[in-house]
């Protein structure tokens, strides 16, 4: 460097005693977060709006009852599947939190509804009582002995996310 040029850089720095502060916090930024912009905040998952087509399906499955219907509770829609061979629809309700131990837990009914138009339009309804392990971050169901046993369930990618809402309910120790 130019005995100049050294003087301009003394009178740059001089006038913005900031900019060295500026230059050092760069400087220990890993090259990654210093080219590629901040992340978009990642938007926690809610259930969506049940869609007109379920709410008509959920209706009849209420007016039905049980057992070929569905009990009269408050569902919550989780997700559906509108294929020509197969129509699932998930809900849930009575989300009930507790404490099992130091861990929170929430107990619920989940329901799946299904229909497979090529053997008729009678719908099936699978409704079991699950849990949600929070602090273990999986899912439990309640099977005909009376004992929590692991759901296994399909992957999903959101199943994390769908399983991190239902532990906001969870009461926290």
């Not at 850089?9 to 913005?16: D, K, P, V, Y």
């Not at 070929?68 to 989780?78: K, M, S, T």
């Not at 929170?104 to 949600?132: N, S, Y």
Request: with cysteine.
């Amino acid at each position: 460097m130019s005995p100049s040029e050294a003087r301009s850089t003394m009178a740059i720095l001089n006038r913005c005693r900031w900019l060295p502060s500026l230059l050092l916090l760069a400087g220990l930024l890993p090259t990654s977060a210093r080219s590629q912009p901040a992340a978009a905040a990642v938007t926690p998952w809610s259930p969506p709006p049940e869609p007109a087509a379920w709410a008509v399906v959920r209706s009849d499955l209420l007016r039905t009852g049980p057992p070929d219907g569905l009990a009269p509770r408050e569902w919550i829609f989780v997700r559906g599947l509108d294929r020509p061979d197969l129509r699932a629809g998930e809900y849930l309700a009575d989300l009930v939190p507790s404490l099992d131990g130091a861990a929170p837990v929430v107990a619920f009914q989940a329901v799946v509804l299904l229909q497979r138009p090529a053997a008729g339009p009678a719908w099936q309804v699978r409704e079991r009582r699950m849990r949600a392990r929070c602090a273990e971050r999986r899912l439990e169901l309640l099977d005909p002995a009376g004992a929590w046993v692991a759901y296994a369930g399909t992957p999903d990618p959101e199943s994390p996310a769908r399983l991190a809402w239902i532990c906001r309910r969870a009461v926290t120790p």
